[in-house]
DNA sequence: GACGCTTCCCTCGACAACCGAGGGGAAGGG
DNA sequence: CCCTTCCCCTCGGTTGTCGAGGGAAGCGTC
C-alpha cells in the first residue's frame, strides 16, 4: 500500500477538476474516484472540498452543469466544461509546469 | 523579463526556506533573495508571509536563530538548520516530489 | 418490507497559510 | 540632512482545505 494519500495544495483542486472533465461531463462523486484512480491512489478529493470547488467554478463559468442519472440510476449533477473552462485549464496546467520548474531549481541545486 | 512572479502555494515556503538555510545560515532577508535568484525570478517570496514561517519553523525546533551583523553591517538575524531541521528538508522534498507526480499523472494523461 | 450498504448531494465551523499594507530603526551615500 | 536600502516585525482579510455532520434514494438480502 502507498500508506496515506497526500493532502492537496491550495489551488491544485480546481486543475485537477479541470482536466478530469475534460475527457467528458462527470458528476462529482466521478471527479473524486477519477482524480484518485490517475493519481495512483495518492491523491484523494475530500468531499468538504469537492463540492464548494465545483460550485465555485461553476459561478465563475468555468463549468456549467445539470441534473441527470447516474450509470447507477442515481440523482446526480453533471459537469461539463465551458470553453472558458477549457482555455482556463490550459492556463492553469501552465503556470502549474511553470511553479513546478521553479521550485524544482531551487530544491535540486546543490 | 519574465512578467509576473507566480504565487506561493501553501506549504511549499517550508520547504523552500528549509533548502535555502540547508546551504548555510542566513538571514530572512537573504533568503528570499536566494529564494527569488535560485527559482530564475519566479519565486516572490513576500515579507508577510516569510517573517511567519521563520518564526513557526523556529518554534518547532527545525530552525535555530541568533542575533547578528549581516555584510551590510545591519543588526540581522540568522537562522540556521538543526538536524531536525534537515531532516524535514529531506521528508519534505520527497513528499514534494511524490505530490508533483502524483498530480502529472492526472494533468498529463491523455 | 426492514435493514444496511453504497452512491450521490450538500453545508458548516475550524484552521492554516499567504497577501498586502502597514510601521520602524539603523547604516551609508550624496 | 535626507533618501534609499536593508532588515525586522505585525495585523487584517481572504482563500481554500479538512473533518464531521446530515440527508435522500437505489439496490440486495433475508
Redesign the interface.
Known amino acids: 500500500m502507498a500508506g496515506n494519500s ?1 493532502e492537496l ?4 483542486l480546481d ?2 477538476i479541470l ?2 472533465l475534460s475527457w467528458g461531463p462527470l458528476h462529482g462523486y466521478a471527479v473524486a474516484e477519477l ?1 484518485k484512480e ?3 491512489e ?2 484523494k478529493v475530500e468531499e468538504g472540498a469537492l463540492y464548494p470547488a465545483l460550485h465555485r467554478l461553476e459561478k465563475r463559468g468555468l463549468l456549467e452543469a445539470e441534473w441527470g442519472l447516474s450509470e447507477n440510476n442515481r440523482r446526480a449533477r453533471f459537469y461539463r466544461l465551458t470553453s472558458a473552462g477549457r482555455a482556463h485549464l490550459r492556463a492553469e ?1 501552465q ?2 509546469q ?10 535540486e ?1 546543490a
Open positions: 497526500l495544495m491550495q489551488g491544485t486543475v485537477l482536466k478530469s482524480v490517475r493519481s495512483g495518492e491523491l496546467t503556470a502549474w511553470r511553479y513546478v520548474a521553479a521550485v524544482s531549481r531551487v530544491l541545486a
